[in-house]
Every structure is written in C-alpha cells, then in structure tokens.
Nanobody
Framework: QVRLTESEGGLVHSGGSLRLSCAASGRPASINTMGWFRQAPGKERELVATITSGGSTNYAGSVKGRFTISRDNAKNTVDLQMNSLEPEDTALYSC??????????????WGQGTLVTVSS
C-alpha cells in the first residue's frame, strides 16, 4: 500500500511563496498521476494541480500562472511551488496519487493533509 507524506505547510503573508512536497513510500507500485487538492473551511475539496508520469499538467484556473507542479518519477515525489499567495489560498492541502496495484486495479491514495494559511 502506498503511503503519501506531505511536508509541513505554514503561515505566510499575502504575496509570499511556499513550496509543498509529497513523497510516496511503501512497496513499489505504478503511479500514474500525482497532484494536490485543497479544502477551505466551509468549502468542498477542489483540485489544485495534477501531473502525469509523462509530465502533462492540469491546473485550477484560480492558481494558473501562480502555482507550478513538478515531480520526480524516480523518487516518486511531487512538489507544488506556490507563488503570489492570496488569502483565498488558505486551505488544507492534500497530496493525491492514482496508482495501479499488482492486480491491475486502480486505486486512489491520499496524504494526511497540511495546512496553509495566508494572512492579509
């Protein structure tokens, strides 16, 4: 079973930057897509950015141009560089991975979540 571990978030001021990292560990598995989701208080969880093993990316419109997602396939890690942060970015950020196990089943794995707070 794949386990996803995120780096700690933190408190940043509006306009600042923060980098989140996520590492997949455990027994080897095929990881197809990795990414980040977030959930703000009183809101539904939403996609922030994803990246495939081939490097194709997808961003939410609200973060496009400010956030950059990247991954290291050999190390099974994914990073999210967040620039020009706004108070609206305040949320619990969770790492996500879509994997295929050794039986050919598609699974979804989630990290514990890390809190990012952006002050005005």
């Amino acid at each position: 079973q794949v386990r996803l571990t995120e780096s700690e978030g933190g408190l940043v001021h509006s306009g600042g930057s923060l980098r989140l990292s996520c590492a997949a560990s455990g027994r080897p598995a095929s990881i197809n897509t990795m990414g980040w989701f977030r959930q703000a208080p009183g809101k539904e969880r939403e996609l922030v950015a994803t990246i495939t093993s081939g490097g194709s990316t997808n961003y939410a419109g609200s973060v496009k141009g400010r956030f950059t997602i990247s991954r290291d396939n050999a190390k099974n890690t994914v990073d999210l560089q967040m620039n020009s942060l706004e108070p609206e970015d305040t949320a619990l950020y969770s790492c996500y991975a879509e994997t295929t196990d050794y039986y050919g089943l598609t699974l979804e794995d989630w990290g514990q979540g890390t809190l990012v707070t952006v002050s005005s």
